[in-house]
């Protein structure tokens, strides 16, 4: 997602924003901008392109003023150029707006507007934000108010930085969900807005991490927070470690805990660019793949190892059921010794965080022996697996540095996501109607999974009523089933509990001897086309004397009479749950790791990169 940089106090803000937005690079972008109140009047200069391209511009037109917001930003509306860059300035040139997020109900907003003479200069959902400030800062409001008043308009997770020639004094800041975070960085006589801590670390440790629905008016002397009905709110000021890694964490105690809360920015980060909302469009240029060719595919195998390969699971249902393509999951370390039937009709598709696993590396070379298109789900930017594949989608997480994979799975559930609506629309399989709606439903994920990151603290509760447990079996059906074996794969991991991941069918032709009181149950069963089945798998562990954890829908009025053990989650679209019910999971096993007192991000054993065979 988008980086965020502001400043007020009493030193020029241009060069604290650029370097700012420099130590943010690592999130990946695609544009750059900056506004800084200059003798009354708003500035900004913004550009397409690398950072480099926007200091090119300073350079040439200089801007100087004592307070100012800058901007990075992957495109999610509208391509990715000047006139889509942040900053967003309204009609008056008196306000401006820096977003992180996706404003879900931007059309109904935009038609709204438009009907009440508002003109637009984007085509990015964000600039609605700064025309409803605007227009309620013209019905009376403060600057304060008129954010809190546009606040509750927006449906989403956002972050988002205003100022105002109106009010010169002060900057406004507001976090809604976790579009990731925002940190006010607190000075001597000045003031700091950020989306992460390595933008301001150079100026002050000491820092204040907003909440979800709260607002802060920061000035140069003070910073104010409410929440949004403009409650005070006593946030509690952090010192930050000198020590760079303790740094990086932020408010997180792990790193592992900080990449699962990310999975807003990552999810948003992985869409960008990638999805046209307006036209209901998915478009992949980086596979290098046109109709016709699209047409000759006649099987796609999918290969990976642990986390990854689960994803590929998933993607093997999506790909399947949108693209009409047959498709095989082989696990990377045994593709080659299978004597894979390859031929140049099929695609080799690999999937790797580190884009340098050896395993799948050396699948790919495989299919490349054999004649296959090979292309790549990778995070690593400049990787082996992204350099030698002919078309490469990048999940553009950002760094994962705990060695259990946590944003690096969803990213790719969306990216197979992407890539079954690309195929089926260049096939023909795929009709308008259908390709819309698809698309559409991407809109509403990353704030469904914000959602369920907001429940994090009934998931420690539950992690510590089972954290002692020296065994677990989790079930899952049809496009839930890879989940199961991933939400177990996370258990053993970094808890070194035994668990193990099964099909909730096959459970009554084995692993159903296992069942007792002392080894719980994890049944996905949110709301999809094997609930029914799931229920019945549910009351077959009842009944053997085994405590179930189910993870469910909002709304199910069965599963609580069955079990009290619920991780509830939001209602998605089915072909979309894999994405929402592997965050509780996620949680589940971070939790119980840290209740057990292990090393979470650096589990025994175990490699980010697995470099051998």
Same mark, same amino acid.
């Given at each position: 997602?988008?980086? !965020? #940089?502001g400043?007020?106090?009493?030193q020029d803000?241009?060069?604290?924003? $650029?370097?700012g937005?420099k *130590?943010l690079?690592? +999130?990946?972008y695609?544009?750059?901008g900056v ?5 009354s009047?708003i ?9 480099s391209h926007l200091?090119?511009l300073?350079?040439d037109t200089p801007l ?8 990075t930003r992957w495109?999610?509306h509208g391509?990715?150029n000047a006139r889509?860059?942040?900053p967003h300035?309204?009609s008056?040139g008196?306000f401006?707006v820096?977003h992180?997020g996706?404003v879900e109900?931007?059309l109904a907003?935009?038609e709204e507007l438009?009907?009440e003479?508002?003109?637009f ?5 964000s600039e609605? !934000? #700064?025309?409803l400030v605007?227009?309620f800062?013209?019905a009376g409001s403060n $600057?304060a108010?008129?954010v *809190?008043q546009?606040? +509750?308009r927006l449906?989403?997770?956002?972050g988002?930085v205003?100022m105002?020639s ?5 900057i ?5 969900g976790n579009a990731g975070g925002?940190v006010?960085?607190l ?5 700091f807005?950020?989306s992460d801590?390595?933008?301001i670390?150079e100026?002050t ?7 979800s ?8 002397e ?7 009905d403009?409650?005070?709110v006593?946030l509690?000021v952090?010192?930050i470690?000198?020590d760079?890694?303790?740094a990086?964490k932020?408010e997180?105690r792990?790193?592992?805990q ?10 948003t980060d992985t869409?960008?660019?990638r999805?046209?909302?307006?036209e209901?469009?998915?478009?992949l240029?980086e ?7 699209a047409?000759k595919?006649?099987?796609i ?8 390969a689960?994803?590929?699971?998933v993607?093997k249902?999506l790909?399947?059921r949108?693209a ?5 999951v ?7 010794y299978?004597d894979p ?9 690999a999937?790797?965080q ?5 395993d799948?590396l ?13 292309w ?9 697996a992204?350099r030698?594949a002919d078309?490469?989608?990048s ?5 994962e540095i705990?060695?259990a994979s ?5 990213a790719?559930l969306?990216d ?6 690309y ?6 399989t795929l009709e308008?109607g259908e ?5 559409q439903d991407l809109m509403a ?5 914000g ?7 009934q998931?420690?509760a539950?992690a510590?009523k089972?954290?002692n ?17 991933e ?13 193990e ?5 096959e459970m009554?032709h ?5 069942i007792d ?13 094997w609930?029914?089945?799931?229920i019945s ?8 004397g085994g405590?179930v954890?189910?993870?469910a ?9 069955l079990?009290?053990?619920i ?6 679209p089915w ?8 965050i ?7 939790h119980i790791?840290?209740?057990r007192?292990?090393d979470?991000?650096?589990?025994r054993n175990?490699a980010?990169?697995?470099t051998v065979?």
């Amino acid at each position: 997602m988008c980086g !965020i #940089v502001g400043y007020i106090g009493e030193q020029d803000s241009t060069p604290i924003i $650029l370097k700012g937005l420099k *130590r943010l690079e690592y +999130r990946g972008y695609d544009s750059a901008g900056v506004a800084v109140l200059e003798n009354s009047h708003i500035e900004i200069r913004r550009d397409a392109g690398k950072l480099s391209h926007l200091e090119a511009l300073v350079h040439d037109t200089p801007l100087h003023g004592k307070i100012g917001i800058g901007h990075t930003r992957w495109a999610t509306h509208g391509e990715p150029n000047a006139r889509n860059a942040h900053p967003h300035i309204g009609s008056t040139g008196e306000f401006v707006v820096v977003h992180n997020g996706i404003v879900e109900n931007y059309l109904a907003l935009r038609e709204e507007l438009a009907a009440e003479g508002t003109e637009f200069h984007s085509d990015t959902d964000s600039e609605t !934000i #700064v025309h409803l400030v605007e227009k309620f800062y013209a019905a009376g409001s403060n $600057l304060a108010e008129a954010v *809190r008043q546009t606040l +509750r308009r927006l449906k989403g997770a956002h972050g988002i930085v205003v100022m105002s020639s109106r009010e010169p004094d002060k900057i406004v800041a507001a976090r809604m969900g976790n579009a990731g975070g925002v940190v006010i960085g607190l000075g001597e006589g000045e003031n700091f807005v950020a989306s992460d801590l390595p933008a301001i670390l150079e100026h002050t440790r000491r820092v204040m991490f907003l909440e979800s629905h709260q607002m802060a008016i920061v000035s140069k002397e003070s910073v104010e927070v409410t929440d949004l009905d403009g409650n005070p709110v006593k946030l509690p000021v952090q010192t930050i470690s000198w020590d760079p890694v303790a740094a990086e964490k932020g408010e997180y105690r792990h790193f592992m805990q900080k990449e699962i809360h990310e999975q807003v920015r990552s999810l948003t980060d992985t869409l960008a660019g990638r999805v046209d909302f307006d036209e209901g469009k998915v478009i992949l240029h980086e596979l290098n793949l046109d109709a016709e060719q699209a047409k000759k595919i006649k099987r796609i195998i999918i290969t990976a190892c642990g986390t990854a390969a689960h994803a590929g699971m998933v993607g093997k249902i999506l790909i399947e059921r949108i693209a009409r393509i047959p498709v095989e999951v082989a696990i990377a370390s045994e593709f080659r010794y299978a004597d894979p039937l390859v031929d140049e009709d099929t695609v080799v598709l690999a999937i790797s965080q580190s884009g340098e696993t050896a395993d799948t590396l050396a699948a790919m070379e495989e299919g490349r022996q054999k004649g296959a298109r090979l292309w790549s789900i990778v995070n690593a930017i400049g990787s082996q697996a992204m350099r030698i594949a002919d078309g490469c989608i990048s999940m553009q997480t950002g760094p994962e540095i705990g060695v259990a994979s946590t944003k690096a799975f969803t990213a790719p559930l969306i990216d197979l996501y992407l890539l079954a609506v690309y195929l089926g629309d260049l096939r023909g399989t795929l009709e308008a109607g259908e390709r819309f709606r698809l698309v559409q439903d991407l809109m509403a994920v990353p704030a469904l999974v914000g959602e369920c990151l907001s429940r994090e603290p009934q998931v420690k509760a539950l992690a510590r009523k089972f954290m002692n447990m020296e065994h677990m079996l989790y079930l899952g059906r049809g496009i839930n089933n890879p989940i199961a074996y991933e939400g177990a794969l996370k258990l053993k991991e970094i808890s070194y509990i035994h668990a193990e991941g099964y099909p909730a069918g096959e459970m009554k032709h084995g692993p159903i001897a296992l069942i007792d009181r002392d080894m719980p149950v994890v049944a996905l069963a949110p709301d999809d086309p094997w609930y029914d089945k799931m229920i019945s798998q549910i009351e077959q562990a009842l009944a053997r004397g085994g405590a179930v954890i189910a993870v469910a829908t909002d709304g199910d009025n069965r599963i609580p009479d069955l079990t009290e053990n619920i991780l509830w989650v939001p209602k998605v679209p089915w072909l979309l749950s894999p994405v929402i019910t592997i965050i509780p999971l996620q949680l589940f096993a971070y939790h119980i790791a840290s209740l057990r007192g292990l090393d979470v991000d650096q589990p025994r054993n175990l490699a980010k990169s697995v470099t051998v065979e």
